[in-house]
């Protein structure tokens, strides 16, 4: 037999076409018997099937997308993107799906990479940044059937989105709490007020710090980018700051911050004096002279959870999550 056919399968099998079909489509209401039965005879024929066949048999094209923001140029050297991207490939390719990344270019005479991917159904399913998720790209997702998942809490009020993210307000309530056991009293947290209103997981670490802050009777103090070196330097020489406390610890809510902090050494002497604590482990962090707190986030399993919700919509489950939280752990 040259080439083995799903037909050739099934008779070899004693099944009909339909169940080899279900089988290569990863359906699970197939017997393990019947499934195994078919699976061997395509392994001892080395059956490899026509990916082009196939999606015009289901009317699907076996792609997820994953759509991603070209201007932010901060998210490539970010070791984030990178963690969360391995998750979902580890999923996508169990799956026996492709993965098609794209980046949201602007319009030049025509329609954007975006809305000809969803318009033209070129994916079965789209995973987005939550900084993608504007009302124009919702209502062409939804106009389409587009399936799609969220990678971030997204701030739109709308029905029909699902999302993953970190829990943010644990992350930073169990990093404050860290803080505390050490003998910290004065905790100031290093976040702009603009990143709170234009970044849900800077408002939800906001929250989860003052949270902290208030049930051990302490006031929470959050300093703004813009002011930041000019509040902190005030401090020295005794000076009183932060309701006449000088800063014990300092959690700054990016690396981006935290690294600014750290330019002080050389300069300011009161760094030493301080613990500064982040979020998220930084292959850098092993190599500081200045120790750094930190809450291990599972950046993989982020991505796995958004892939699997994906894969739910994509094949009609009953019931898919509306949202998903990932939690953090402390690291000692």
């Known amino acids: 037999m040259s080439k083995l056919t799903i037909q050739n399968i099934a008779d070899l099998a004693g099944v009909n076409k339909a169940t080899v079909s279900r089988v290569l489509n990863g359906n699970k209401n197939i017997s393990e018997k019947t499934r195994l039965k078919i699976e061997k005879i395509m392994k001892e024929h080395n059956y490899v099937p026509n990916s082009i066949a196939r999606g015009l048999a289901f009317n699907k094209t076996f792609t997820v997308g994953f759509c991603f923001d070209y201007t932010d140029k901060k998210a490539f050297a970010n070791p984030f993107f990178y963690k969360v991207l391995q998750g979902i490939e580890d999923v996508i390719y169990d799956n026996e799906y492709l993965l098609l990344m794209m980046s949201d270019h602007d319009k030049k005479g025509g329609k954007s990479t975006f809305e000809r991917i969803v318009v033209e159904h070129r994916v079965d399913g789209l995973l987005l940044p939550d900084t993608l998720l504007n009302q124009a790209n919702y209502e062409l997702l939804i106009e389409h059937e587009m399936p799609f998942v969220i990678i971030g809490e997204h701030s739109l009020q709308q029905e029909g989105i699902r999302w993953v993210d970190v829990d943010n307000v644990q992350a930073a309530g169990i990093l404050t709490e860290r803080l505390l056991a050490l003998g910290h009293r004065s905790i100031v947290m290093y976040a702009g007020a603009a990143d709170g209103r234009r970044d849900k997981f800077i408002a939800d670490r906001m929250e989860g710090y003052r949270a902290v802050m208030g049930q051990h009777g302490l006031e929470a103090h959050i300093v703004e980018q813009a002011d930041s070196l000019a509040t902190l330097r005030a401090f020295e020489g005794g000076e009183a700051g932060n309701n006449g406390h000088n800063p014990e610890a300092v959690i700054c809510c990016t690396h981006e911050l935290l690294f600014e902090m750290l330019d002080w050494e050389h300069g300011n002497p009161m760094l030493k004096e301080i613990s500064l604590a982040t979020f998220d482990d930084y292959p850098m962090f092993r190599h500081l002279k200045h120790p750094v707190h ?27 999550a509306q949202s998903i939280r990932i939690p953090t752990s402390i690291v000692n």
């Open 294 to 320: 930190y809450v291990e986030i599972d950046l993989e399993m982020m991505g796995k959870q958004a892939a699997g919700l994906l894969f739910s919509l994509i094949n009609k489950e009953a019931n898919p």
